[in-house]
């Protein structure tokens, strides 16, 4: 699962959709992998993307996984510096979680994530 | 026309073997008619257009859309994530897409991830702007369970009954053959962004007209207070053929 995949979803348990603490959902014992010729480089595709980021979500997941470099504020507009968005790029686009679990802090339900995918089903008791 | 993806790298025990539905949506969302409304309801230098689909099975609609962005919306930044509810299909989808690589010299669209979960359960509020379903739409008695406990139960019975089981997931729609499709269209306000679309297949056995009107007049969602009022419109069907099976796809939006 991508970084910028986790900026997009929230504890599926419906009684959590309203709670600001069911997102973003918190990674926990994840390994990483880096595959930086999968999705190559798009400036076009990033600037496109970054209006729709919850940014401070994302500076958290971020540093869950171990990357504190994310700048305080949403990088935006034509000025942004190149490298500063390849970095960003290889964060959101190029980094994997292949194994690991994501919380949700309001109910504590952890979901698996295997072979790159999550599974977010739930038990009987609360479909 | 757009070619085809290839799914020849997969097997389909347990996962839908590409069909004539399948095929209509393809045909539909490159038709000249939507590439157009989606071009101008996604127009250039607006957020980077979000497309989920739902029950993705081999993979082979968002590996279409992933690789013929810049046909069917012209522009190429697009975000594209899949749902499943069988963890088969959450693996062959992204091998899909893998497989089929953009035209030469032409950029595709970013396809996110597969996930395995029930219909856009963990999607934010609002942040879908295409939402593609090919549900489950046979009319039967009963739709089979489906939390992450039936499925742990599965490794306890016979690799006959586990496919059995992975087949029915993909055609058994209960009543009228609606049971998920229902469950879609409830949650579809809170799942649809302000811009947001949905394609939607539908039989003939699923009264398609019934449920065009009951989108359109609030039947679908609120709390019996009346839910959202959709623009519905049929922009694809398979129905000059003979045949029980008439299909059609539906487009609806705000």
């Known amino acids: 699962m991508k970084l910028l995949t986790a900026n997009f979803i929230s504890c599926p348990v419906r009684t959590c959709k309203t709670s600001p603490t069911s997102f973003p959902l918190h990674f926990k014992d994840c390994e990483l992998a880096c595959d930086p010729d999968g999705n190559p480089y798009s400036r076009e595709t990033l600037l496109g993307v970054l209006p729709r980021l919850e940014w401070d979500a994302l500076r958290t997941s971020a540093g869950e996984l171990g990357f504190t470099e994310l700048p305080v504020e949403k990088p935006e507009g034509e000025v942004v510096g190149e490298e500063v968005l390849r970095r960003i790029w290889e964060l959101l686009v190029q980094t994997h979680v292949v194994t690991g679990k994501m919380v949700c802090g309001n109910c504590a339900y952890e979901f698996g994530i295997q072979s790159g995918i999550a599974n977010f089903l739930l038990p009987g008791h609360l479909v | ?254």
């Open chain 2, 1 to 254: 026309m757009l070619p085809t993806p290839t799914t020849a790298h997969l097997t389909f025990t347990h996962i839908y073997n590409p069909s004539e539905d399948t095929y209509l949506l393809l045909d539909t969302l490159s038709s000249p008619s939507q590439t157009t409304f989606l071009s101008q309801h996604f127009p250039p230098h607006t957020p980077t257009p979000f497309v989920l689909e739902i029950g993705s099975g081999s993979g082979i609609i968002t590996s279409f859309i992933t690789s013929h962005a810049l046909t069917i919306f012209s522009r190429p930044d697009l975000l594209l994530l899949t749902t499943d509810i069988s963890h088969h299909a959450s693996l062959a989808t992204p091998t899909t897409v893998l497989h089929n690589p953009p035209p030469p010299n032409c950029s595709s669209g970013l396809f996110l991830d597969s996930l395995t979960t029930d219909l856009s359960s963990p999607m934010r509020r609002g942040v879908v702007d295409v939402l593609i379903f090919n549900p489950p739409y046979v009319p039967t008695d009963t739709i089979p369970f489906t939390s992450s406990t039936a499925f742990s139960n599965l490794s306890t019975r016979s690799s006959f009954d586990e496919e059995s089981y992975y087949l029915e997931l993909t055609y058994a729609g209960g009543e009228d053959g609606m049971g998920t499709t229902n469950r879609l269209l409830e949650g579809l306000d809170e799942t649809l962004s302000p811009r947001g679309v949905l394609y939607l297949l539908l039989c003939a056995q699923n009264k398609p007209e019934q449920v065009a009107e009951r989108l359109r007049t609030g039947g679908y969602g609120g709390d019996g207070s009346g839910g959202p009022l959709w623009k519905v419109e049929k922009v694809g069907s398979s129905g000059l053929r003979a045949g029980w099976e008439v299909l059609g796809i539906w487009r609806v939006w705000r």
